[in-house]
């Protein structure tokens, strides 16, 4: 009976709930939280999300990572795809790059005006 | 010679100058030529396909066709005016660094062959974007650069969700391939597809009603940053969105739908610049506005409104571009973006360049803009789309009130001030204005150039 949890189309089917839940975490928390911190959170979960459900769609029960190893010596069939690897550990860097610039963005606008608050930014927009 | 070099050199550059700091200007120059010249001489071999790495299917492919080939001359000369306006700014020099970086992305935007790539460039561009919005440090730089990142991602996060559904249906990254295939996919994926490139593209290239985030943008930053942000940027992805809409080869009745954005864009942004006392909002709602026209025009497919709208991407960044410094000068002397610097300026040749620049973007002979406007609604009077040239008529209508508004207020007889202007900072504007103004009178060339440039633009990527 535990083998039926251990195939291809059953954990793709968990990664797409569990990735798609986690994406509409990330959105509503993007959408509904006040606090910039939190909002810059929200949406690196979202894309979490993302990695995930990609890396996951990937993923096959039986096949092994393309890496060079005993099992894998050249470019054969029962390694998993490897560009969507590559394409996530890419995508990683500049999530976290894009996460850090964001964070220091909001530390010195934190100094500036010693508020946090996205409601409350209103320094912008029609002068009166 | 390789394509590569178009993506290599701005960014080689850019982190090479901190070590060359004194001369970080000259060699920004000096980059800027070498590209130029280096692009005027791929023209000729267009079109060209370089795939870079092993099998075509997976590698890094680089496409310079007349479109692209158009877009990457016109982005260069814009950073060449733009570095020139610039060699007198001795106080900041990380601006430089920044250009190169951000020619480096747009550079690889629009050469882009493969779908994968152009999120890298995406990425890219949008950094660089945001930290020239925070460049004032200021407060309201911080908040502008904040709300640029979150929308930034949200349209990050869309273009994802595309490029990863391609990949798990298609299979494929690449631009000419995913072209080929995209017809044969299920319709509810093509259609979320769609959807997701629209939200990821629609977002950066301020299209209704992803644009709410625009204006505020445009006043957090430094002018000479808005005239980057209004003529490289938006252009770019302007040029992305219906590059991939035509290699996508989507029905129809969607780029209908896309006119229709369009054309509602355009009518909101002008009616919002009549309430607007702040220069920097107004012409920033004037780009949004144009930017609806070439939404509707570029979405016709038809050949004599593309070329008419690519026609209208290049005088519309030159006469933004010129604004914008115009602005900047202004900006320098009264410290004030409000309307009533216009009553407060005494200067034969600043009020030239303002009506120079008024003039064309309401599409007004003898100016370029007249030209653009006149292809545009005589294609589409050809097709017989006169709701359109209805919306184009009347809007037009509204944005010539503000603009005459605008230059009646330099009629006021109140306190004037001399404005000295350096001569590098006037010859740079006198340049445009001849530009625009020689556009007018004899557009034929750039017009044959257009024609060209639309025909490639609606063939998409598989026409190499």
């Known amino acids: 009976m535990l083998d039926s949890f251990n195939q291809t189309p059953f954990l793709h089917g968990v990664i797409t709930i569990g990735s798609f839940l986690l994406l509409t975490i990330g959105l509503i928390g993007a959408l509904s939280k006040k606090n910039l911190f939190k909002i810059f959170l929200s949406l690196s979960i979202a894309e979490a999300s993302l990695f995930i459900y990609f890396i996951g769609m990937h993923f096959e029960v039986g096949k092994v990572a393309p890496i060079l190893s005993k099992e894998v010596d050249k470019f054969s069939s029962n390694m998993v795809d490897p560009v969507p690897q590559a394409m996530i550990l890419t995508t990683i860097v500049i999530a976290i790059a894009v996460l850090s610039l964001a964070l220091s963005f909001v530390i010195n606008y934190f100094k500036l005006t010693n508020n946090l608050r996205i409601d409350e930014m209103d320094e912008l927009g029609e002068s009166r | ?464």
Request: aromatic share 14%; proline share 2%.
């Open chain 2, 1 to 464: 010679m390789s394509l590569i070099y178009f993506v290599v050199i701005p960014l080689l550059a850019s982190f090479l100058t901190p070590f060359y700091k004194n001369y970080l200007k000259y060699i920004s120059i000096g980059v800027n030529l070498l590209l130029l010249f280096l692009a005027i001489g791929f023209v000729s071999s267009a079109p060209l396909v370089e795939n870079i790495a092993f099998d075509s299917a997976l590698s890094i492919s680089f496409v310079f066709d007349e479109a692209s080939a158009f877009f990457v001359i016109l982005f260069i000369s814009i950073m060449l005016i733009f570095s020139i306006y610039n060699l007198q700014n001795e106080n900041r020099k990380d601006i430089f660094i920044l250009s190169n970086i951000l020619l480096c992305g747009v550079l690889g935007l629009v050469l882009s062959g493969d779908i994968f790539n152009i999120y890298i460039f995406f990425e890219i561009v949008s950094i660089v974007a945001y930290i020239l919005t925070s460049l004032n440090r200021d407060k309201q730089a911080y908040s502008g650069a904040i709300r640029y990142m979150i929308i930034g991602s949200v349209a990050s996060i869309f273009l994802l969700i595309a490029i990863m559904s391609i990949y798990i249906n298609i299979g494929t990254l690449n631009l000419v391939t995913i072209g080929e295939r995209f017809g044969s996919m299920d319709l509810n994926i093509q259609f979320l597809i769609l959807l997701s490139l629209f939200i990821g593209f629609g977002i950066k290239a301020e299209i209704f009603p992803l644009n709410f985030w625009v204006v505020d943008i445009y006043q957090a930053s430094q002018n000479r940053v808005n005239a980057l942000f209004s003529a490289i940027i938006s252009k770019a992805y302007i040029f992305l969105f219906f590059h991939i809409a035509y290699t996508l080869k989507i029905e129809p009745k969607f780029l209908l739908f896309v006119a229709i954005i369009g054309a509602i864009s355009f009518a909101i942004s002008e009616l919002s610049a009549l309430s607007s006392r702040d220069m920097k909002r107004i012409f920033a709602y004037s780009t949004l506005g144009q930017i609806g026209v070439l939404f509707i025009a570029l979405s016709y497919g038809n050949i004599t409104v593309v070329s008419g709208a690519i026609f209208l991407i290049a005088l519309h960044s030159i006469t933004k571009v010129m604004l914008f410094f115009a602005l900047d000068i202004l900006k320098d002397r009264f410290n004030s973006v409000k309307v009533d610097i216009f009553g407060k300026f005494s200067s034969i040749f600043l009020l030239l360049i303002f009506s120079i620049g008024f003039l064309s973007l309401l599409g007004l002979p003898p100016f370029g803009g007249f030209i653009a406007k006149l292809t545009i609604l005589k294609g589409l009077a050809s097709l017989e789309a006169y709701m359109m040239i209805g919306v184009i008529l009347i809007v037009s209508l509204v944005e010539a009130v503000y603009f005459f508004r605008l230059l009646a207020l330099t009629q006021q007889s109140s306190q004037k001030e001399l404005i000295q202007i350096p001569l590098l900072k006037k010859s740079v504007l006198a340049f445009l204005a001849t530009m625009i103004v020689y556009f007018g009178i004899f557009p034929n060339d750039l017009l044959g150039v257009c024609q060209n440039v639309a025909s490639s633009l609606l063939a998409g990527a598989g026409n190499v």
